[in-house]
């Protein structure tokens, strides 16, 4: 038998020590109505220093599993711990938000002030800053990611993928133990997404990152997970590889086996 190298032994112990962040044991929920559970006795496990990505097909309750995550939606059984607290009522919930950051998928549903700089203000404001120094806070996390010349634009005339950048910038301002991302590239070109790629490295923080796109998710984050019948896939359990080919006739519907 095959002796592991004594410094994975080292890594994986030491893996093992860190403190759960968020633990997610048999949750189940389906939506009001549906007898089809979106999430079925699904478990996840995510440790400080964790960067976990997934990949999983549309509807198959990735953004439910965020939104379980900061009690938007109750689960039917289950138990949710976050920060070493069991989540049970709103009010555990409302203590957990400001240090876990959430990026919604849809950046309207998280952008509500009237300029830039109100909305990223909004966070530090709300943990006591002074206005000064939330402005501050927000200047800094603009130019980080180089919007900083929007600062005084109406928000909700940006395109896009500007305001996935904004939206971004009102999470990282409330200087979160934990970044849960739904589809952060949404929207964004190139040059942006390699910004956005060099940003989260930078970071000494954890996240847990939802996209489609496998060569972010393989630039920024150690394991890749998946979603399937209401569970979690971890990744030695899938296998996730770019297919590149030319088809002669490549507009036509075709199935890879």
């Avoid at 633990?23 to 220093?49: A, E, H, M, Q, W």
Wanted: one cysteine or more.
């Amino acid at each position: 038998m095959t002796q592991m190298p004594e410094d994975s032994q080292i890594d994986s112990k030491t893996k093992a020590d860190r403190p759960s962040i968020i633990k997610l044991t048999n949750i189940s929920f389906s939506y009001p109505g549906s007898k089809n559970k979106v999430l079925d006795c699904l478990n996840l496990n995510i440790r400080t220093g964790d960067r976990i990505g997934m990949m999983a097909p549309n509807g198959s309750g990735k953004t439910t599993l965020l939104h379980t995550i900061m009690g938007l939606c109750k689960p039917e059984a289950g138990v949710i711990e976050v920060l070493g607290n069991t989540m049970e009522t709103e009010k555990d919930f409302t203590s957990i938000r400001s240090r876990v950051g959430l990026l919604f998928q849809d950046s309207d549903d998280q952008l509500f002030c009237p300029t830039v700089l109100d909305d990223v203000a909004f966070g530090p404001l709300n943990l006591g800053y002074s206005p000064q120094q939330a402005i501050d806070i927000s200047r800094k996390i603009l130019k980080n990611l180089g919007i900083e010349e929007f600062e005084e634009s109406v928000t909700h005339r940006l395109s896009g993928g500007q305001k996935r950048l904004v939206a971004l910038a009102a999470v990282l301002a409330m200087s979160p133990g934990i970044l849960l991302l739904d589809e952060p590239t949404a929207g964004l070109d190139t040059a942006v997404k390699q910004k956005l790629i060099n940003i989260l490295n930078n970071l000494d923080i954890t996240y847990f990152v939802i996209s489609h796109e496998f060569d972010f998710l393989n630039a920024v984050t150690d394991n890749v997970y998946s979603m399937d019948k209401g569970k979690i896939l971890t990744d030695d359990e899938i296998h996730v590889h770019h297919h590149e080919h030319i088809h002669k006739h490549g507009k036509h519907p075709h199935i890879h086996k």
